[in-house]
């Protein structure tokens, strides 16, 4: 675990605590399904239409596994207050699936910490872009896609519940100026 000394400041907050840890598990895992049905309960109240995870394109646990994704569990003080899943689709920019943080835990700089973590670790695997998708009624999560560079793109599913779609080049950009075939030289 990262020590909090060095630990990213983002306006005056500390996004790392010494008392809270970012844990891979499987998604099956009781923290993993603690973490998910506070997520969908809560979204259940803050949807208009409310929330059914059986209309829900969710991912199935087996696509948030490693080889084809991750899935990781904010603990504070060893209780489970978050989540969030990387699914890395062949053939298809990697997807932030499922980021939730408990209200009280709320603040901490959890949400940003997940998407730092799951952007590190899909330029790891070799992705260079991540998408996601969200709903208008989470309004702190769509202030956090911008201010961490996500920029809004036309619709990449079909998922019932999302009204914006975003995306961000993680890895390297392609060289500008490179010499291909046909370049011609100084």
Same mark, same amino acid.
């Given at each position: !675990?990262?020590?909090?000394?060095?630990?990213? =400041? %983002?306006?005056?907050?500390?996004?790392?605590? /010494?008392?809270?840890?970012?844990?891979?598990?499987?998604?099956?895992?009781?923290? +993993?399904?603690?973490?998910?049905?506070? %997520? %969908?309960?809560?979204?259940?109240? =803050?949807?208009?239409?409310?929330?059914?995870?059986? =209309?829900?394109?969710?991912?199935?646990?087996?696509?948030?596994?490693?080889?084809?994704?991750?899935?990781?569990?904010?603990?504070?003080?060893?209780?489970?207050?978050?989540?969030?899943?990387?699914?890395?689709? /062949?053939?298809?920019?990697?997807?932030?699936? *499922? !980021?939730?943080?408990?209200?009280? +835990? *709320?603040?901490?700089?959890?949400?940003?910490?997940?998407?730092?973590?799951?952007?590190?670790?899909?330029?790891?695997?070799?992705?260079?872009?991540?998408?996601?998708?969200?709903? *208008?009624?989470?309004? /702190?999560?769509? =202030?956090?896609?911008?201010?961490?560079?996500?920029?809004?793109?036309?619709? %990449?599913?079909?998922?019932?519940?999302?009204?914006?779609?975003?995306?961000?080049?993680?890895?390297?950009?392609?060289?500008?100026?490179?010499?291909?075939?046909?370049?011609?030289?100084?």
């Amino acid at each position: !675990m990262d020590d909090i000394r060095t630990a990213p =400041r %983002f306006h005056g907050v500390t996004t790392e605590r /010494a008392d809270v840890t970012l844990d891979v598990v499987d998604p099956d895992h009781p923290d +993993a399904r603690h973490c998910l049905h506070s %997520f %969908f309960a809560e979204l259940q109240e =803050r949807f208009d239409t409310g929330f059914d995870p059986a =209309r829900s394109l969710l991912p199935d646990a087996g696509e948030l596994r490693p080889p084809h994704g991750v899935f990781l569990v904010a603990r504070l003080q060893g209780e489970p207050v978050g989540c969030a899943g990387l699914k890395l689709p /062949a053939g298809a920019p990697a997807e932030v699936k *499922r !980021m939730w943080v408990a209200p009280h +835990a *709320r603040n901490l700089g959890l949400a940003r910490r997940f998407l730092h973590e799951l952007e590190a670790r899909a330029v790891g695997l070799g992705r260079d872009v991540l998408r996601l998708d969200t709903n *208008r009624a989470l309004d /702190a999560a769509i =202030r956090l896609y911008h201010s961490a560079g996500y920029q809004e793109v036309p619709a %990449f599913n079909d998922e019932p519940y999302a009204h914006l779609w975003f995306e961000k080049r993680i890895g390297p950009l392609p060289l500008q100026g490179t010499e291909g075939p046909g370049a011609s030289g100084p």
